[in-house]
């Protein structure tokens, strides 16, 4: 199969679709494997690293577009990217359609192309093991990103995260127990700060005050548990999940309202939309703003900036799909491997994924 890697177009993104190693994979497989010339800089691999694997540089887009039967990104494409896929060709990306313009859905149906969305690949007993390793990646990220914006020169509160002997830590609210969730408290946790976790789920709950060795303080996310805690949370995190579909609003403009001045909002879910209320999306490069004097990141491709480990990360997840797909073809490898099956989002013209369904019932 002729399988392409472009160049990520999204701004601040360094990650790849693949590691030279399992482009290699690929390569001893007998499949042949175009890249984008400079697309794994960002994690880096030059282009040298692609080509002592036998890989073919490409040097546009368009061009490994053109020569793909299987396209792979790490984020969904860019506007002019639309543009250069070829009707029932195989795209596999962080779709995220759920949250995405209409005018990209009705584009898809159109030209028949296959979305594969890494973030509803799904094996059994829910779990989502690409979203999964990169849920991780941002949960350990948050203690810095929170410490960051608490910092006085950023206009944050000048908090220590950990306090110190005679002086308390900061207090951190995390809605959302999955792996984002829990990933996060573990770290938050490690820096010696006091941790609410809340979630609807009481098992999830429960797995995760038992993960944490009970140092985490778990509460059902019920509205008044949610008001009561997002009160005098000094760090407000909502990882909020609900696969296919747009994140619900859980933390809501009266919550934010109460919420001490300068205290630092992370929204984690707002690659599905946003779970806060008065979250908008923000970059790497103006990740914050202030609303309701409470500071608010909104950064869609948190793990965008470790381009190395997050690239490692995704390709090691990933490369056993896409193998399946490369070596048997989409329809039976979608037989052979539920799991793929479940993150096809739309084929053939048609919308395939359940939730997508749902919100497309009234048509484009």
């Not at 759920?98 to 979305?115: G, I, W, Y």
């Not at 609807?200 to 944490?212: F, G, I, N």
Request: aromatic share 6%; with cysteine.
């Amino acid at each position: 199969m002729d399988i392409g890697i472009p160049r990520e177009k999204s701004p601040y993104e360094y990650r790849v679709a693949l590691t030279p190693a399992a482009v290699s994979t690929l390569r001893h497989q007998g499949h042949r494997v175009y890249i984008e010339h400079n697309a794994g800089l960002g994690s880096g691999f030059s282009d040298g690293h692609y080509e002592e694997v036998g890989a073919i540089i490409s040097y546009s887009s368009e061009e490994v577009y053109l020569r793909s039967e299987l396209l792979l990104k790490v984020t969904r494409p860019m506007p002019e990217e639309f543009n250069y896929m070829q009707e029932r060709q195989i795209v596999a990306a962080f779709w995220h359609l759920a949250s995405a313009n209409r005018k990209k859905m009705k584009m898809l149906l159109e030209k028949r192309v296959t979305a594969i969305g890494w973030e509803t690949v799904e094996e059994t007993d829910d779990y989502l093991p690409v979203l999964h390793v990169m849920g991780n990646l941002a949960g350990k990220l948050a203690p810095f990103l929170a410490e960051r914006f608490l910092q006085n020169d950023l206009g944050g509160k000048g908090i220590l995260l950990g306090g110190i002997a005679g002086v308390p830590p900061a207090e951190v609210v995390i809605i959302g127990a999955g792996s984002v969730g829990s990933a996060a408290a573990e770290a938050f946790l490690d820096v010696g700060a006091t941790v609410y976790l809340l979630d609807k789920k009481l098992s999830a709950l429960q797995r995760a005050c038992q993960q944490l060795n009970r140092r985490v303080t778990t509460m059902l996310a019920s509205e008044h548990n949610l008001l009561k805690v997002t009160a005098f949370a000094d760090v407000l995190l909502s990882a909020v999940l609900i696969p296919g579909q747009r994140a619900p609003i859980v933390v809501t403009r009266r919550m934010v309202q109460r919420m001490r001045p300068r205290s630092v909002i992370l929204d984690y879910s707002i690659d599905q939309g946003g779970s806060v209320e008065t979250i908008r999306p923000t970059n790497h490069r103006d990740p914050i703003f202030v609303e309701e004097g409470v500071i608010h990141y909104g950064v869609p491709n948190i793990t965008g900036i470790i381009g190395r480990t997050a690239t490692h990360a995704l390709s090691n997840t990933t490369v056993g799909y896409i193998l399946a797909i490369a070596n048997n073809g989409l329809e039976k490898a979608m037989v052979e491997v539920p799991a793929i099956r479940r993150g096809v989002n739309v084929m053939d013209g048609q919308i395939l994924h359940p939730a997508l369904q749902e919100i497309y019932k009234e048509g484009i």
